[in-house]
């Protein structure tokens, strides 16, 4: 499966949206960007996934780059509860349902 | 609500026994269901595939004797660590995927933190 690269952490404030950006330049074309997040002391959650197009749901967007060598997560009004370490994953059908976990990046929704 | 859930959340035994963990799939039949080990600050590390009804598959470095899985319904893994030490404390986390489901959006349990005295 593709590498994913993360920032570390970032910050925003309370009510603003959240664009957390996942580089994964080794994609190739039958592999999936999956997002989970962990809440301190949580099991993971899953949120959203794509292939190429870009998607929504009720808990965010998901914005492909053409190339897809890159991607966004949007949390549209980020809340004091979005506070987690958020994950970006490439999956492919060989892998299926084994998640391979990076470092992810730490949000910290600030008041 | 969770649809994936664990017992105990947390527990703390002396080193030298043993400690089993439960991860339920609670409305939904898992074939598979996998186990995660957390240790502080860090990332989830996969440990083992748990399938229902035969042996579990082991990812590089676990120990399977020391890590024993059984999944013995399709609603039911265990995780037992025999012979805790206290390098064994960790925050442990199972996932499944619902049918019907695309292929990698698992559900994951609350996790159990274990702690080795």
């Known amino acids: 499966d593709a590498k994913t690269t993360q920032p570390t952490s970032m910050d925003c404030a309370e009510g603003r949206a959240a664009n957390l950006p996942c580089n994964h330049s080794?994609?190739?074309?039958?592999?999936?960007v999956y997002w989970y997040r962990q809440i301190h002391s949580q099991g993971p959650q899953y949120i959203i996934h794509?292939?190429?197009n870009n998607e929504t749901n009720e808990m965010a967007s998901l914005i492909i780059t053409e190339d897809r060598k890159s991607s966004t997560l949007i949390l549209p009004h980020a809340t004091l509860r979005d506070t987690a370490v958020y994950y970006c994953?490439?999956?492919?059908?060989?892998?299926?349902?084994?998640?391979?976990f990076g470092t992810g990046t730490r949000l910290a929704v600030r008041p | 609500g969770a649809v994936v859930s664990q017992h105990p959340s947390w527990v703390i035994c002396k080193s030298g026994t043993s400690v089993k963990i439960e991860c339920r799939s609670l409305?939904?039949?898992?074939?598979?269901m996998f186990w995660y080990r957390q240790f502080p600050k860090q990332s989830l590390m996969l440990m083992a595939t748990?399938?229902?009804?035969?042996?579990?598959?082991?990812e590089q470095g676990v120990e399977k004797d020391k890590f024993l899985i059984n999944h013995a319904s399709l609603t039911l893994s265990t995780l037992t660590v025999t012979s805790a030490h206290p390098e064994d404390s960790s925050f442990y986390i199972c996932?499944?995927?619902?049918?019907?489901?695309?292929?990698?959006?698992?559900?994951f349990g609350e996790g159990s933190r274990l702690t080795v005295l």
């Open positions: 794509g292939l190429k």
């Open positions: 994953i490439v999956i492919s059908g060989s892998s299926g349902d084994k998640l391979t």
């Open positions: 080794t994609i190739s074309g039958n592999e999936y």
């Open positions: 409305d939904f039949q898992a074939t598979t």
């Open positions: 748990s399938n229902e009804g035969s042996k579990a598959t082991y």
């Open positions: 996932s499944a995927r619902s049918p019907g489901l695309t292929t990698g959006e698992l559900f």
